[in-house]
Structures are given as structure tokens and as C-alpha cells.
């Protein structure tokens, strides 16, 4: 597979997943440009879902322009961002893959996200939706401090 992309379920062929490889892939690489570009123009980013510290009134970010500042906000502050995905399931336009996304810090530390992601696609092959399923308080009891 792709470096920072450790993946141990279904490989079936199927756009929606083919969809979330390449945005894990973009994300473990720190390819913004390239991850934003996965996006339909009308495209929106829950991670998590709900209100969160990343996005307060958990409507999501929206568009490219919400999109990329999600990316700016969460993932920019990462030195490293690896997925870890032990199952996906997919169905219609979307895949529920579920696994862990492991942060690593610039103090040294590292957190860990336990959840299931869930991507939904365009028949362009565009992430219409990227919705992220777990608790952010349950990933910051994770934290391990840098070894």
C-alpha cells in the first residue's frame, strides 16, 4: 500500500473506497493541494461528526474553501498523520471503513482515533462527503507523550 496507509481489509475494487485511498494517501503524504482536489466543489468535510473544536457549530466544512481550512486547522498541525484500517464495507456510493487514524504531534506525542469513516461519492469519483465517526475525548485519553 502507500506509506502512513496500513490497510488489512477488503481491497474489492469500488469507487467510493478507491476515493477514501487516495484521500488517506494525500493526508498521510501532507498533499493539501492534492487531497482538497478529491473533493466535489460542493463537497464537505464532518471530522468529527458533530460539534467538535474543529468546527464549533458541527455543520461541517464546506467547498474547497472550507475544505482546505479544515485542512489548515486539524490536519496542518499534525508532523504526521497514519491510518490504520482493519475492515471496509461498501455499498451504493459509499464506504464505511473502520480503523484507527494515529496523530503524531510536534511535541512528540502521539493520539489515537478509534472510528468509523465514512465516504460518500459522485459518479465523477469525487468525495461528495467525508464524515468521521469518534469521540474526541475518548482519542485524548489515548495521548502517549513522546517516547
Known amino acids: 500500500m502507500v506509506e502512513g496507509v496500513h490497510w488489512s481489509a477488503s481491497t474489492e475494487p469500488h469507487p467510493a473506497r478507491d ?19 478529491l ?23 464546506h ?23 482493519h475492515d471496509s464495507f461498501a455499498a451504493g456510493s459509499e464506504v464505511a471503513n473502520v480503523g484507527r487514524i494515529s496523530t503524531f504531534l510536534p511535541d ?17 469519483g469525487l468525495i461528495r462527503s467525508m464524515r468521521a465517526f469518534w469521540e474526541f475525548d475518548r482519542a485524548m485519553k489515548t495521548v502517549r507523550p513522546a517516547e
Do not use: N
Not at 42 to 53: A, L, M, Q, R, T
Not at 63 to 85: K, P, V
Not at 109 to 119: L, N
Open 19 to 37: 476515493a477514501a485511498l487516495k484521500s488517506m494517501s494525500a493526508v498521510a503524504r501532507g498533499a493539501k493541494d492534492e487531497w482538497v482536489a
Open 39 to 61: 473533493f466535489a466543489p460542493d463537497g464537505v468535510v464532518e471530522d468529527p461528526v458533530g460539534p467538535s473544536i474543529f468546527d464549533p457549530d458541527g455543520c461541517g466544512h
Open 63 to 85: 467547498g474547497h474553501d472550507g475544505i482546505a481550512a479544515f485542512w489548515d486547522l486539524a490536519i496542518a498541525q499534525a508532523d504526521r498523520i497514519e491510518f490504520h484500517i
Open 108 to 124: 512528540g506525542s502521539t493520539m489515537d482515533a478509534e472510528g468509523v469513516f465514512v465516504y460518500h461519492v459522485a459518479g465523477s
